[in-house]
């Protein structure tokens, strides 16, 4: 039109026309771009959204199996590890949610009201989840390092303990399970003191056992199969201690009864020997003798006490054979048999000491029976000769009748001042006393004397 008809209204008609659709054309352009932003970034915004949810989605997953609290220590630092990697996985999470967060925040300036509201929605959910399992993650951490704490420190003991027991049985040897027979009084005191102190040892060591037991008591879901056969361990220990410290001490008391029943009658027995031995020498004066006859006969008396004695020495080491090996028998046999036999000799030496002594005292009665009558006759005797001799030279026949007379009186107690010679020699036997041959001696000097002065 223009090259036909050169109209400037065309003309300016035309250019304003062209203006107008090249600025509608650049229009549309940046619209368009907007638009492709727009997009991109809502594309990009739903994208990391999914992948932020997915990820979150898997997590979860990974933490509820993570949320049963296992039974072993294995089993947790297992987890343990496991929730580890998760928290190390956390931050990458949390990053992807910040640019989904900044993405949010642009696309719902480009979206109508309904989709904005939707799309913060989605994304506030998304951001409670993520905190939610942040939380989650912790709390189960925390709860799995408590129970590994916890199982560490049960595993400990239930070590410790089983350590100490398979130390303490070391020292409690098979033999020790038994009767608990030994040789004599002083094996079975040591072996007294060594329960005894392996009691101690193990009574040092209940509140171990108790921390245990206490912990198995308050926590049901602990395995109990792991530290039973240690608390039972320690419980048969513990009785079979019990046991063997209970009967040993009766063992030992009973043979500390039987020891002392023994030294008992054995000193009793002693002693009275030695007092009959100093009463068994008839030697010395009679009321020596008489006294040693009244504390012989004293002793005698006494003679039921010993023997009670004896007989509570022999029947408590009845009652010992039963706790005693044998080779320890032999030398409690032999105990009581030189017991015995030193008791039966000690009755024979009371018997014999009062015989000895009855019989020295006899000899004493018959001597000084003897001696009594032969002195009075020599006096009497002595008497009759001095009245012969005072008359001087003045001698009749009825003098020599009488003379012959004492002459056979004289010849006729010549057998009694024998038999006070047998019974001197018979006293000097048994009691070696000087002065009574000396008196003898003189009484038969005395004798002789008035033999020859009647002759």
Same mark, same amino acid.
């Given at each position: 039109?223009?090259?036909?008809?050169?109209?400037?209204?065309?003309?300016?008609?035309?250019?304003?026309?062209?203006?107008?659709?090249?600025?509608?054309?650049?229009?549309?352009?940046?619209?368009?771009?907007?638009?492709?932003?727009?997009?991109?970034?809502?594309?990009?915004?739903? &994208?990391?959204?999914?992948?932020?949810?997915?990820?979150?989605?898997?997590?979860?997953?990974?933490?509820?199996?993570?949320?049963?609290?296992?039974?072993?220590?294995?089993?947790?630092?297992?987890?343990?590890?496991?929730?580890?990697?998760?928290?190390?996985?956390?931050?990458?999470?949390?990053?992807?949610?910040?640019?989904?967060?900044?993405?949010?925040?642009?696309?719902?300036?480009?979206?109508?009201?309904?989709?904005?509201?939707?799309?913060?929605?989605?994304?506030?959910?998304?951001?409670?989840?993520?905190?939610?399992?942040?939380?989650?993650?912790?709390?189960?951490?925390?709860?799995?390092?408590?129970?590994?704490?916890?199982?560490?420190?049960?595993?400990?003991?239930?070590?410790?303990?089983?350590?100490?027991?398979?130390?303490?049985?070391?020292?409690?040897?098979?033999?020790? =399970?038994? /009767?608990?027979?030994?040789?004599?009084?002083?094996?079975?005191?040591? =072996?007294?003191?060594?329960?005894?102190?392996?009691?101690?040892?193990?009574?040092?060591?209940?509140?171990?056992?108790?921390?245990?037991?206490?912990?198995?008591?308050?926590?049901?879901?602990?395995?109990?199969?792991?530290?039973?056969? =240690?608390?039972?361990?320690?419980?048969?220990?513990?009785?079979?201690?019990?046991? =063997?410290?209970?009967?040993?001490?009766?063992?030992?008391?009973?043979?500390?009864?039987?020891?002392?029943?023994?030294?008992?009658?054995? /000193?009793?027995?002693?002693?009275?020997?030695?007092?009959?031995?100093?009463?068994?020498?008839?030697?010395?004066?009679?009321?020596?003798?008489?006294?040693?006859?009244?504390?012989?006969?004293?002793?005698?008396?006494?003679?039921?006490?010993?023997?009670?004695?004896?007989?509570?020495?022999?029947?408590?080491?009845?009652?010992?054979?039963?706790?005693?090996?044998?080779?320890?028998?032999?030398?409690?046999?032999?105990?009581?048999?030189?017991?015995?036999?030193?008791?039966?000799?000690?009755?024979?030496?009371?018997?014999?000491?009062?015989? &000895?002594?009855?019989? %020295?005292?006899?000899?004493?009665?018959?001597?000084?029976?003897?001696?009594?009558?032969?002195?009075?006759?020599?006096?009497?005797?002595?008497?009759?000769?001095?009245?012969?001799?005072?008359?001087?030279?003045?001698?009749?026949?009825?003098?020599?009748?009488? %003379?012959?007379?004492?002459?056979?009186?004289?010849?006729?107690?010549?057998?009694?001042?024998?038999?006070?010679?047998?019974?001197?020699?018979?006293?000097?036997?048994?009691?070696?006393?000087?002065?009574?041959?000396?008196?003898?001696?003189?009484?038969?000097?005395?004798?002789?004397?008035?033999?020859?002065?009647?002759?």
């Amino acid at each position: 039109m223009l090259e036909t008809c050169a109209d400037t209204r065309i003309s300016n008609a035309v250019t304003q026309m062209t203006t107008k659709y090249n600025a509608l054309l650049s229009l549309a352009k940046e619209m368009m771009r907007r638009l492709e932003l727009h997009y991109q970034e809502h594309q990009q915004h739903s &994208t990391l959204y999914q992948e932020c949810q997915d990820w979150v989605d898997r997590t979860r997953d990974k933490v509820n199996e993570c949320m049963e609290i296992p039974t072993t220590l294995t089993e947790v630092n297992n987890r343990l590890q496991s929730v580890k990697a998760i928290r190390q996985t956390l931050e990458q999470g949390q990053n992807r949610l910040r640019y989904a967060l900044e993405l949010k925040e642009r696309v719902i300036l480009n979206t109508e009201v309904n989709g904005a509201a939707k799309i913060q929605e989605d994304t506030d959910a998304l951001q409670a989840e993520l905190e939610k399992l942040v939380l989650d993650v912790q709390d189960v951490r925390q709860k799995l390092t408590n129970r590994a704490a916890q199982l560490e420190e049960i595993h400990k003991a239930n070590k410790l303990l089983s350590d100490w027991l398979k130390e303490l049985e070391s020292k409690v040897s098979p033999d020790d =399970n038994g /009767d608990l027979l030994y040789n004599d009084l002083s094996e079975k005191r040591a =072996n007294l003191e060594k329960f005894q102190s392996l009691l101690r040892e193990i009574a040092s060591h209940s509140e171990l056992v108790e921390r245990v037991r206490s912990r198995l008591a308050d926590d049901p879901t602990l395995p109990t199969k792991d530290f039973q056969p =240690n608390l039972d361990r320690y419980k048969q220990l513990q009785d079979t201690v019990t046991n =063997n410290v209970s009967l040993l001490e009766g063992y030992v008391k009973e043979h500390e009864a039987y020891h002392n029943a023994h030294l008992e009658a054995l /000193d009793w027995v002693r002693k009275t020997r030695i007092v009959v031995q100093q009463c068994s020498d008839c030697h010395g004066e009679k009321q020596a003798t008489v006294d040693k006859q009244w504390k012989i006969n004293d002793i005698a008396n006494t003679l039921p006490i010993g023997e009670g004695l004896v007989q509570k020495a022999i029947t408590a080491s009845e009652t010992v054979f039963a706790s005693t090996r044998p080779e320890g028998q032999d030398p409690l046999r032999q105990e009581t048999r030189q017991l015995t036999t030193d008791w039966d000799s000690l009755r024979s030496l009371i018997t014999d000491t009062q015989r &000895t002594l009855g019989k %020295c005292l006899a000899a004493w009665n018959d001597f000084n029976d003897a001696r009594e009558r032969t002195k009075t006759w020599l006096a009497d005797f002595q008497k009759k000769v001095d009245a012969e001799t005072d008359d001087g030279d003045k001698k009749t026949p009825e003098d020599m009748h009488r %003379c012959r007379a004492l002459l056979e009186e004289v010849q006729a107690q010549k057998p009694a001042v024998e038999e006070l010679s047998d019974r001197c020699e018979a006293l000097m036997e048994l009691s070696a006393c000087p002065w009574v041959r000396d008196q003898t001696v003189q009484l038969q000097s005395a004798y002789t004397n008035l033999l020859t002065s009647v002759q």
